[in-house]
Structure formats: structure tokens, C-alpha cells
């Protein structure tokens, strides 16, 4: 059973830093692209970040340039969102997608 776990989110001041994890179980995590979306409230889920099967590509939308970065072990099937200098902009619950699949999502406020 594919199973996909969010943690690391929570309260942070602007100019913070967070890490989110994904725990992936029940299929080949590092056979699959991983994806990172969020959605703040009132939003539509946006695309946030894709990595490869072996982390040497990523990818990261315009708005988080910079600032986050997507990693993986999968010898630990877990996937990463390094998120630095965050901004108020950047609250919103974040998932992680892996074919199709999704976790059930982290909270993450930034706020002072």
C-alpha cells in the first residue's frame, strides 16, 4: 500500500528556515520523480518542486527560486524541501506527490 508521510512543518518568522520530509513506504520510492506542492487558503494546490529518480535534477517554480531546494535519500525512502528565507507568502499546508499519490500534508506559517 503506497503510503506517503509529510512532517517538519510549523510556525516560523519571516527570514526562517524549515526542512519538510516525506516518508515514502509500499512501492520503489527511487524509481519515481517526487514532487513537492502546496496550498495556501483559499488557493488552488500549486506545483512547488520536482526532483529526479536520483537527485542530480531539480526543479523549483519561480516564487521559491532560490530559497528552497528538493532533495531525496532513497536508500531512506525520504524525500526533503530545504525552505529558506521564507515569507508570510509561503504559508500554506505542503504535500509531497510521488505518481499519483499524496501524503496527507505538513502546515507551514510563516508569521512574526
Known amino acids: 500500500q503506497v503510503r506517503l508521510v509529510e512532517s517538519g512543518g510549523g510556525l516560523v518568522q519571516p527570514g526562517g528556515s524549515l526542512r519538510l520530509s516525506c516518508a515514502a513506504s509500499?512501492?520503489?520510492?527511487?524509481?519515481?520523480?517526487a514532487n513537492w506542492y502546496r496550498q495556501a487558503p483559499g488557493k488552488e494546490r500549486e506545483f512547488v518542486a520536482q526532483i529526479d529518480t536520483f537527485g542530480r535534477s531539480t526543479y523549483v517554480v519561480d516564487s521559491v527560486k532560490g530559497r528552497f531546494t528538493a532533495s531525496r535519500d532513497n536508500a531512506k525512502n525520504l524525500l526533503y524541501l530545504q525552505m529558506n528565507s521564507l515569507i508570510p507568502e509561503d504559508t500554506a499546508v505542503y504535500y509531497c506527490?510521488?505518481?499519483?499519490?499524496w501524503g496527507q500534508g505538513t502546515q507551514v506559517t510563516v508569521s512574526s
Open positions: 509500499g512501492f520503489t520510492f527511487s524509481r519515481y520523480l
Open positions: 506527490m510521488v505518481d499519483g499519490s
